[in-house]
């Protein structure tokens, strides 16, 4: 049996083709990381994932807390059910408490997504990434240069395999299903708009940091709407320094996958932190602004519509993007919607011996 573990967001996108592509018994457990309705319970209606076997309700909490809850009730599932391989996904703090249980236990680990590195270890997300891919038996990566950091940090590349993204076999899955005019006409969204998402520690924890933010926010407001889903862990800090404050400011809570994907295809620009948005505006041809100082994701850049920006730089980088349309950009290699398949097909094999 496959244990997939998943805890928040990110992780559903992701491993919904995966564990559809999988002929062999497979368990869900769910971590209960995110656990609002939008956060999580959403994406499993709306991405065909199987309902979880187990939600293990860990919630939220400091980095230690959370990950200890974690590693905690895992050891204990996992003792009890004896999976032949534990399949984690992205870097997220239940990623890396699932890969470290598994491992002490001497059970196998696949990371879906391996080899990503923004080489920015103020991330809570680059320490995760970095520790997993050390624990993981095989390491299945998005983009070619991951092979290569991967190779640096000494990992035997036998165990690595490129094989697309599987948040794009997603998005592709769904392209019929993104109805801007709908969502447009269901959340009274402006005809022309810019989609903004931030969530980063970097940018949202400190209240200071986020009121320079929202500043910029309101000025690119003054050159176009601007519409943002507001994830839960900026909502206070970002509503204190004046979101809303704002005539052509709209704000929603956060968005299904379907519509959050509709109104990302329809807007002029997207401005975002967000991991996953820089891949999904790769796809859609939807210019990316990308409010960091790195990106794990510089594929993105290379052959999409991404561009780092820094807050200073935010406003003249949008009126260039309001004055010249996005011009051609490439699909990176294999992200093709077939990576679930390949995933499941070297997955099997592996275990087959
Ligand atoms: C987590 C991931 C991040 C990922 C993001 C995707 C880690 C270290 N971070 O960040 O890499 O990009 O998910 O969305 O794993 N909250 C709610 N409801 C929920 C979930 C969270 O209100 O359903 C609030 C709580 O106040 C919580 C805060 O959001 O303290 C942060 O949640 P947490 O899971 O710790 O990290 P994220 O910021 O969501
Ligand atoms: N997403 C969504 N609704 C929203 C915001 C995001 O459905 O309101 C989806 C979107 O597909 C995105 C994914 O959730 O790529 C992951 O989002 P998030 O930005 O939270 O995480 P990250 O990719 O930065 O880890």
Avoid at 205 to 213: E, F, H, K, T, Y
Avoid at 222 to 251: F, K, N, Q, S, W
């Amino acid at each position: 049996m496959i244990a997939h573990v998943l805890g928040a967001r990110p992780n559903f996108v992701k491993a919904a083709p995966v564990i559809a592509a999988h002929n062999r018994e497979q368990r869900l457990i769910h971590t209960g990381q995110h656990y609002d309705e939008r956060m999580s319970e959403v994406f499993f209606r709306e991405l065909g994932l199987p309902e979880p076997d187990v939600n293990l309700g860990v919630g939220s909490g400091s980095h230690a807390a959370q990950t200890a809850a974690i590693m905690v009730a895992l050891e204990k599932e996992f003792i009890e059910r004896s999976p032949e391989l534990v399949m984690v996904y992205g870097d997220v703090n239940s990623t890396i408490a699932a890969a470290l249980v598994a491992a002490k236990l001497h059970i196998p680990v696949a990371h879906v997504e391996a080899g990503l590195r923004s080489f920015d270890m103020t991330m809570p997300e680059e320490v995760n990434r970095r520790l997993v891919d050390q624990l993981s038996n095989l390491l299945f990566v998005t983009s070619p240069e991951a092979v290569g950091h991967l190779a640096a940090e000494g990992v035997d590349v036998d165990r690595v395999h490129f094989v697309g993204n599987p948040m794009i076999d997603t998005l592709l899955a769904h392209l019929d299903s993104f109805d801007t005019e709908a969502v447009r006409a269901a959340h009274g969204l402006p005809e022309r708009y810019i989609v903004a998402t931030l969530h980063r520690p970097a940018n949202v924890d400190d209240p200071q940091v986020a009121a320079g933010l929202v500043k910029r926010l309101h000025e690119i407001a003054d050159l176009a709407d601007v519409v943002m889903p507001v994830h839960p862990r900026g909502r206070r800090v970002l509503t204190e320094a004046g979101l809303d404050d704002h005539p052509r400011v709209t704000l929603l809570e956060p968005l299904g996958y379907v519509d959050f994907v509709a109104v990302v295809r329809g807007a002029v620009a997207a401005v975002t932190d967000s991991g996953g948005v820089q891949e999904e505006t790769t796809i859609l041809g939807v210019p990316c602004l990308t409010l960091r100082p790195n990106t794990e994701r510089p594929i993105t850049i290379t052959h999409g519509t991404n561009r780092l920006v820094t807050p200073d730089g935010l406003v003249s980088a949008v009126e260039q993007v309001l004055a010249s349309p996005a011009g051609e950009h490439e699909v990176p290699p294999l992200w093709d919607g077939k990576a679930g398949p390949r995933i499941a097909r070297i997955t099997e094999s592996w275990l087959n011996g």
